[in-house]
Structure formats: C-alpha cells, structure tokens
C-alpha cells in the first residue's frame, strides 16, 4: 500500500481556517485520496476523498497537488467540535469491482486542538 | 438511530477468557469490516465480509479470533482465551460504495 506521511499534531485558533497536510509522494495513478477523522470516544467518520481534482463538501475542501504528491485537507472555520485525529489515507484501486470499498489502511494520523 | 450499533461499548475480562462482540451495520449495507485499533495508533484492519462471505482476513486475526456475518446482516467478533495483548478498541464499519462508515466501538480490557 502507498504510504502517507502527516504530522503528529497541529493546533488552530477557534473559528480560523486550518490547513493539514498530507505527503503521499509514491502514490500511484488510480489511489483515491481519502480523509477521515476520529473525534475523542468515537469511531473514524468520513470526511472527504478525490482523485485528481480539487473537492468541496458540507464539511471540508480537499486540495490536491497537481503531482499528486500531496494534498491538504481545508476546514475552513474551525470550531471546538473540529478538534480530533485526522487521517489521510490513499485506497487501493479494486482490481475487479469497479466501485471501491476496499479496506482503510490507517497510519497515526493528525492531531488537531482547536485552541477557544 | 440509522447508524451502526456496537455492543458491548466496555468489556473488561480476565486472560484466558472469551469474549464476543456484536456489530449491527446500517440496514443494506453489504460490506462489513472489522478493526481493532490501540491507544495512540489508528485503526488496523482485522477482516472484511461482503455479505455473509468473509472475503479477506488480516494476519492479526490469529487463530484465536473469529468473525461471523451468518445472515449477511449482524456480525459478531469472537476472541477465546483472551490475552493482555488483546486489550484494544474493536472497530466494526460498514458500507456500500466507497465511504465506510464506523460504528462507536467495543473497548476490551484484559486483566
């Protein structure tokens, strides 16, 4: 599987945006993006996830690297119930079903501490 | 509650019991998923059913663990003589294209 490199922890300002970034320079050219994040006491949830283009959703904006080789997960207001691990994660591109669910391969992912 | 439902949330046991866990999926979701996840890591994949098969198993799922999907809609997560090193937070996700979506989780204590 291709790696991903995050850092251990960020901190932000409550209701400022947050930039976290993501390293996945042996990503090969089907792996999916994919963001998810795990608040305190709870299990990961889905954030967001794109291929080549840059995705906006209710939640986040995804931005990717025009290489690839990186790309930065966007909360833009960060509030206190934003303060949790976020992991991005690259997917397998399934060699016969077309529609992906394979399984989420998790590094340590990003700490995020919204300061009030 | 449409989500997916874990249970226990806490088990606490002593090594060399058994222990199972039950992971209600969100109604039609096909695909199962179970991980377990320690303090500090994320979350690591343990074995994946699609349906009531079970498609795929991590070399983590010893012999001492088995998982079951009998009717292609509950799961439940065995593990016999428990030991200390067994002591993580069972994760159970479910989903139907390329989102997973996870369950609260059953944290497992073994004295």
């Known amino acids: 599987d291709a790696k991903t490199t995050q850092p251990n922890s960020m901190e932000s300002n409550e209701e400022e945006p947050v930039h976290l970034p993501c390293n996945h320079s042996?990503?090969?050219?089907?792996?999916?993006i994919h963001w998810y994040r795990q608040l305190p006491s709870q299990g990961p949830e889905y954030v967001i996830h794109?291929?080549?283009s840059n995705v906006n959703n209710r939640m986040a904006s995804l931005a990717i690297a025009e290489d690839r080789k990186s790309s930065t997960l966007i909360l833009h207001r960060a509030t206190l119930r934003d303060a949790a691990v976020y992991y991005c994660?690259?997917?397998?591109?399934?060699?016969?079903?077309?529609?992906?669910?394979?399984?989420?391969?998790f590094g340590t992912g990003t700490r995020l501490t919204i300061i009030p | 509650d449409t989500g997916v439902s874990q249970n226990p949330r806490h088990k606490i046991t002593k090594r060399g019991q058994n222990v199972t866990f039950r992971c209600d999926p969100i109604?039609?979701?096909?695909?199962l998923y179970w991980y377990r996840q320690t303090l500090g890591q994320g979350p690591e994949f343990l074995t994946y059913?699609?349906?009531?098969?079970?498609?795929?198993k991590s070399r983590l799922l010893s012999d001492r663990f088995s998982a079951e999907r009998p009717k292609g809609s509950f799961s439940t997560l065995e593990i016999q003589r428990t030991e200390q090193g067994d002591s993580a937070m069972y994760l159970c996700?479910?989903?139907?294209?390329?989102?997973?979506?996870f369950g609260p989780g059953t944290r497992l204590t073994v004295l």
């Open positions: 994660i690259l997917r397998d591109p399934p060699p016969i079903i077309p529609l992906g669910n394979e399984k989420l391969t």
């Open positions: 042996t990503i090969s050219g089907t792996d999916y």
């Open positions: 794109g291929l080549t």
């Open positions: 109604s039609e979701h096909n695909r």
């Open positions: 059913f699609q349906n009531e098969a079970q498609l795929e």
């Open positions: 996700a479910c989903g139907l294209s390329d989102t997973q979506y």
